[in-house]
Structures are given as C-alpha cells and as structure tokens.
C-alpha cells in the first residue's frame, strides 16, 4: 500500500471555527489531491497540488484552501466551517515518471462533521 | 468537457453470478481509464487500469475490463461474484493530472 496516512481521521466541529486537516505522503509523488465524498455526488475534487507550492483549484474549492510547503505534507483548511462541508475527505497521490501517467493512490479519510 | 458516466446507481446480483459494470466516458484523446473500489467505510482502492494497447485489461480480484474506442465504453466484467464483492465501484478518466469521475455504482449481492 502507498504510504498515505490522513489526520486526524475523525473530527467534529461547530459552525464557525476553522479546521486543518492534514495529509502526508512517504512515496516522493509530486501530485497531491484533496476530493471530499458525499452520498450521491461521488467524488469531487476541491484543490490539488503539482509541487511544493504549487496549488490549484477543483470543482468545489468555495470555502477551502490548501497549503503544500514540504512535498510531503498537503494540508486543507476550512476557514470557518458550515454546515455544508459535513463530509468525508480523501487525500490522493500521484506521479508522472518515465513518460508515462500513473494512478492515484488514496489514503484512508477523514470523517468530518460540522455541528 | 470531459465527463464519465456510470448509468447504474445500483446493481443487484446473485452471489455466483456474473457482473458487468457500465461506464462511458467523453475525451477527445486517448484516453487513461480506471476503475476503482471502495469497500463500506474504507478508501478507494484501485482495481485496473488502461493507458494503452491490449484493450481487455485484467485486474485485481478476478476482474477484467475492455476499453472500446467506438463505444466511448470502458466496461468492468467479472465472471463470478462474491458476497465480498459488495462495494461501490467508480470509473474515472484522466484529464491533465486530473481524474474526473464517474457517480459510481454501488454492488449489492444477493445470497
């Protein structure tokens, strides 16, 4: 199994306050992906990283922003959390070597909810 | 845009039975294709891919899938399945470093 460990992997929160979630990698990849998952929706992307502070945005980045100052660690961060961002959030890895695309590896999520 | 579509929220089978799973999927080039599991309360784990020759592509756990261009199709089959079986399935596509992903289908299997 990749080396992804995601912490914490619970948490609960109350409207408002902020909260960091934080996604750490062993493999060395250069791609770093934060998706929350909701029932009915699948999974949606909400910012990924292309290298030490290389950020992007997803489909659903409102409220959210990340940070990547090491390669190994990726970190996201709800503002001022609501309601709406009850949900379960995978990080994924992945890389680009030797001229090929390789698949994303998932670490195993974070249950969030907000109160 | 580039999209997946897994038409199937949910598909029942019995236990033994064979199980073809529908995924179909919009990119102008060639596309990386995959498929992956997620057990009850686990991550995704990956089952196949396809980047290129050999359309039929086997997996992990007796699963097998076959990329046809024409069809814009990349189908899961396995022939058997197991109570074990039961999980969600989701189909993606790669697009730039991304993937983009189908809603998934969730497995149910009848004893």
């Known amino acids: 199994d990749a080396g992804i460990t995601q912490s914490p992997r619970h948490k609960v929160t109350e409207t408002g306050t902020p909260v960091t979630l934080r996604c750490h990698q062993t493999?060395?990849?250069?791609?770093m992906y934060w998706y929350r998952q909701d029932p009915g929706h699948g999974l949606r992307l909400i910012h990924y990283s292309y290298g030490v502070k290389d950020t992007d945005k997803g489909e659903v980045s409102d409220g959210y922003s990340v940070s990547r100052s090491k390669t190994e660690d990726f970190l996201l961060t709800l503002e001022s959390a609501t309601s709406s961002q009850t949900s379960v959030y995978f990080c994924a890895i992945s890389d680009y070597s030797g001229g090929s695309y390789n698949e994303q590896f998932f670490g195993p999520g974070t249950r969030l909810t907000v109160l | 845009a580039q999209s997946v579509t897994q038409p199937d929220i949910h598909i029942t089978v019995s236990e033994g039975a064979s199980l073809e799973l529908r995924c179909n999927y919009s990119?102008?080039?060639?596309?990386?294709l995959f498929w992956y599991v997620q057990s009850p309360g686990q991550g995704l784990q990956l089952l196949l891919k396809?980047?290129?020759?050999d359309t039929l592509v086997q997996g992990i756990k007796g699963f097998e899938a076959e990329f046809k261009r024409s069809q814009s199709s990349f189908n899961l089959r396995k022939p058997s399945v197991h109570w074990s079986d039961a999980a969600e399935y989701f189909c993606a596509v790669d697009s730039n470093y991304q993937l983009i992903w189908g809603a998934g289908t969730k497995l149910i299997i009848k004893p």
């Open positions: 990119y102008g080039a060639t596309p990386y």
């Open positions: 396809y980047f290129s020759g």
């Open positions: 493999e060395n990849h250069r791609y």
